[in-house]
């Protein structure tokens, strides 16, 4: 059905011996091999787009600890902000977003980072901010701006956490995230 639709829509040229006709027969033969990696090219963007916009781990919550650390934890700390090297520390939103996190490392302990760095070894959001990891990543900055901001009006790491698994971080414009307070 779809090669009888496809030679369907090229008409058939005569064929003559003469050397006109071979080059449009070339020329038809590029035409629909133009048509061919058209439609091809098609369904690849069509299929990476859709693959673009699933979630990495199929809707998988990221890793996170569920509990603030033990009190005789022994936890990396957070990079301090002065530590931040280069193009790490270059916009005022990545250099604030390091003085807040030692704010409220607890909080950032207990939530899940949709960069899904669990791959490598990170078990929070917290751990982004133990290294200049965060420094470089639009999703950890913006979900360290969501969990302070909902931390200063009095909510449970719990309830940052289901903001943050909601996707209510995605509403952080970094431009104005380093006027917080």
């Known amino acids: 059905m779809a090669r009888t639709l496809f030679w369907a829509i090229w008409p058939r040229l005569p064929l003559a011996g003469n050397s006109c006709t071979i080059l449009s027969l070339e020329a038809l033969h590029m035409k629909k091999l133009s048509l061919i990696w058209l439609l091809l090219s098609a369904v690849t963007v069509a299929v990476c787009g ?19 650390p033990a009190k005789d934890a022994r936890l990396p ?18 250099i604030h977003a390091y003085e807040l996190a030692g704010k409220i490392p607890a909080v ?18 917290r751990t ?45 414009d970094l431009r104005t995230a380093a006027s917080m307070h």
Request: glycine share 8%; charged share 20%; net charge positive.
């Open 50 to 68: 859709l693959w673009a916009a699933s979630e990495p781990s199929g809707g998988k919550v990221p890793a996170y600890n569920a509990r603030p």
């Open 77 to 94: 700390p957070i990079l301090a902000a002065d530590q931040l090297k280069g193009n790490d520390g270059q916009f005022p939103y990545q």
């Open 108 to 125: 950032l302990h207990q939530q899940p980072c949709y960069c899904y760095c669990d791959r490598v070894g990170h078990n929070s959001l």
């Open 128 to 172: 982004c901010f133990e290294s200049d990891h965060a420094a470089r990543c639009g999703t950890c900055l913006k979900e360290l701006y969501y969990a302070y901001l909902q931390s200063q009006k009095g909510r449970s790491a719990a309830q940052v956490r289901k903001g943050i698994i909601a996707g209510e971080w995605q509403e952080i």
